[in-house]
């Protein structure tokens, strides 16, 4: 029976920590993320999805990621950031070309913790977790239904950050929205 408005600050009572997802359909404000940071207290986290552009058409250039990143200036400055969530689609193959992406992605974002989610499975494999690592990328463990095509989930380190998401496991529902 809350009001939208009091939904951050009631869950926030609950938990240290909240994964953004409307950015990737709209890049943030920073005025919007000042306003989210606001209504948390101190050590509350915040781990923000990267906009569509910068992982799945891949047509982020240098000025998307300049202005993704100064949207997230007030959450870093209150220190409640926690990461940025890049999700990349299963259309995202290891490929040469995707791994000359990758490093690219890094050298935008060079100092910001950034936790990557394969859902190719042509990465699990020991030479994809070394590049994560040379890239200081921490890598997304999946937690979903066992489906044919999906990632089974794998738990990796390879940053000082570990992350894992949990999609739900039914699978009569998986791809229903």
């Known amino acids: 029976d809350l009001a939208k408005k009091d939904w951050l600050a009631f869950y926030a009572k609950e938990f240290n920590a909240l ?16 306003g989210m940071a606001r209504q948390v207290p101190a050590g509350f986290q915040f781990t923000i999805k990267t906009p569509q552009e910068m992982t799945h058409t891949r047509e982020a250039d240098r000025a998307l990621f300049a202005q993704f990143r100064h949207a997230l200036l007030p959450l870093i400055e209150s220190k409640k950031f926690g ?20 490093r690219q992605f890094r050298e935008h974002l060079p100092d910001l913790p950034v936790v990557i989610e ?10 994809s ?3 994560l690592r040379e890239l ?15 990632v089974p989930p ?9 992350y894992v ?6 699978a009569q529902k998986w791809g229903q929205h």
């Not at 994964?19 to 000042?34: D, K, M, S, W």
């Not at 490929?95 to 000359?100: D, E, H, K, P």
């Not at 997304?140 to 095509?149: A, H, I, Q």
């Open 19 to 34: 994964e953004i997802n409307f950015t990737y359909y709209r890049l943030p404000t920073a005025r919007t993320l000042e």
């Open 83 to 102: 990461a940025i969530l890049a999700q990349f689609p299963s259309s995202f193959h290891n490929t040469r070309a995707n791994i000359a992406y990758l």
């Open 118 to 127: 394969l859902r190719n499975g042509d990465w699990l494999k020991p030479e």
């Open 129 to 131: 977790f070394a590049l």
């Open 136 to 150: 200081s990328f921490g890598f997304c463990c999946v937690d979903e239904p066992r489906l044919t095509g999906l």
């Open 154 to 162: 794998v738990a990796e380190a390879t940053a000082e950050i570990a």
């Open 165 to 170: 998401r949990f999609h739900g496991r039914n």
